[in-house]
Each structure stands twice: as C-alpha cells, then as structure tokens.
C-alpha cells in the first residue's frame, strides 16, 4: 500500500499524552489526560487516524446537526478514552461511574430495586446470591433515592419474623404491589412514599 515495507508493526503507547477537552469542573480542570496509541510510521497513523477518529467523528455526524431544532434535542454518548478534540468540551463520566452492580442489575432487568437482601434473593432468583449483594453494597456508594425516575414503596411480608422494608421502583412499573406480592408472597402492609412528602397506604 505505501510502496516499502514496514518493519515496526505495534503501536506504540503514549502514557497520559491524550488530552480531552472537558466542561470545566468545579476544580476548574479543562482537561482529562488519557493514553493514547500511536503507529510509528507516518502513514500507518494517518490510517489509524482515519479508523478511529475519523470513525467517530462520522458516528457524531449522524446526529444530523443541521436538520435538528430546538425541538429536536439529541444527547451523544460515546464510549471511549479517545481524544477527539473536534467535537469540543464534553462531559465526562469515569468508568467505575458506571459500574451497575446487582442493584443495576435489578433496575435494569425488572425495573425495581429491593433493599432487603433475602427479597431480593428471592425476587432476582439465579441473578446474584446473598453474599454477592452484601458485598457489592458493601463497596458501592448508595443508590440516589432522590432520583425523579424512582417511586419509592416500603412493605412488610406477611408471615412471622418479617419486618418493614422498602424498595424503589421505576415510575414505569404500574403495580408496584402486584409486583411484590408476586415474587414475594402476600403483604401485610403496603406505603408509597408520594413526591411531595407524604405516604399513601394501601
């Protein structure tokens, strides 16, 4: 292709020589430094230049920014450490940001998350044990309750021995007890914490 072989085949990494613009944060840091991988011959890297930025920035281009309005709002999520400073200043998000862990996996799978971890067992069989859930929470920091898209219940199990507890479920989940009477059995007691403060029982 370039007329004369190329002995050096492996990229060669540059330690935390990429830089992504960002947002200023509250720091004031305008910057996040990233590895970056170069080819050492100068043809070989306008290829890998053209297969990864490149590739992205056309990626980014299917928004179709000129035939969007501001009613058509768009939000682009990208996936990678690669700088690519054409798009200008974006908001990051580490990666250990976006570990779900088995309360992710709980909302993710079945829209709701139980907080007592024997129900949880019990509702999310064959997901995750005991023992992985008390672990996970354990590192993890605590789920946002505040969260608009959460409606929070608490609920207590009929039968001897079971005590309150509560659970977050999407606002999308329209039985929330249907939900928990199924997986867990009937309930003795049943509240919906509403927006404004105030509980509704059932």
Same mark, same amino acid.
């Given at each position: 292709?370039?007329?004369?072989?190329?002995?050096?085949? %492996?990229?060669?990494?540059?330690?935390?020589?990429?830089?992504?613009?960002?947002?200023?944060?509250?720091?004031?840091?305008?910057?996040?430094?990233?590895?970056?991988? %170069?080819?050492?011959?100068?043809?070989?890297?306008?290829?890998?230049?053209?297969?990864?930025?490149?590739?992205?920035?056309?990626?980014?281009?299917?928004?179709?920014?000129?035939?969007?309005?501001?009613?058509? /709002?768009?939000?682009?999520?990208?996936?990678?450490?690669? /700088?690519? /400073? %054409?798009?200008?200043?974006?908001?990051?998000?580490?990666?250990?940001?976006?570990?779900?862990?088995?309360?992710?996996?709980?909302?993710?799978?079945?829209?709701?998350?139980?907080?007592?971890?024997?129900?949880?067992?019990?509702?999310?069989?064959?997901?995750?044990?005991?023992?992985?859930?008390?672990?996970?929470?354990?590192?993890?920091?605590?789920?946002?309750?505040?969260?608009?898209?959460?409606?929070?219940?608490?609920?207590?199990?009929?039968?001897?021995?079971?005590? /309150?507890?509560?659970?977050?479920?999407?606002?999308?989940?329209?039985?929330?007890?249907?939900?928990?009477?199924?997986?867990?059995?009937?309930?003795?007691?049943?509240?919906?914490?509403?927006?404004?403060?105030?509980?509704?029982?059932?």
């Amino acid at each position: 292709m370039f007329g004369g072989y190329i002995p050096q085949r %492996e990229y060669v990494v540059r330690r935390k020589q990429g830089r992504i613009p960002i947002v200023p944060d509250v720091a004031g840091n305008t910057h996040i430094r990233v590895d970056v991988q %170069e080819h050492p011959h100068p043809m070989g890297e306008r290829l890998r230049r053209q297969i990864t930025e490149g590739n992205i920035i056309q990626a980014i281009g299917r928004a179709r920014a000129g035939l969007r309005a501001v009613g058509d /709002p768009l939000d682009l999520h990208l996936w990678t450490d690669v /700088p690519i /400073p %054409e798009l200008g200043p974006v908001e990051p998000m580490l990666w250990s940001e976006l570990g779900a862990g088995p309360d992710g996996l709980m909302l993710a799978t079945k829209g709701c998350r139980l907080s007592n971890i024997a129900d949880a067992v019990r509702a999310f069989e064959g997901l995750f044990s005991a023992d992985g859930l008390k672990d996970a929470r354990a590192r993890a920091p605590r789920m946002n309750e505040a969260n608009p898209a959460f409606i929070r219940v608490f609920y207590q199990r009929a039968g001897a021995g079971c005590k /309150p507890t509560d659970a977050m479920f999407l606002k999308g989940v329209a039985n929330p007890r249907g939900w928990l009477e199924e997986r867990l059995g009937a309930l003795a007691w049943f509240k919906v914490q509403q927006e404004e403060g105030k509980d509704e029982a059932v």
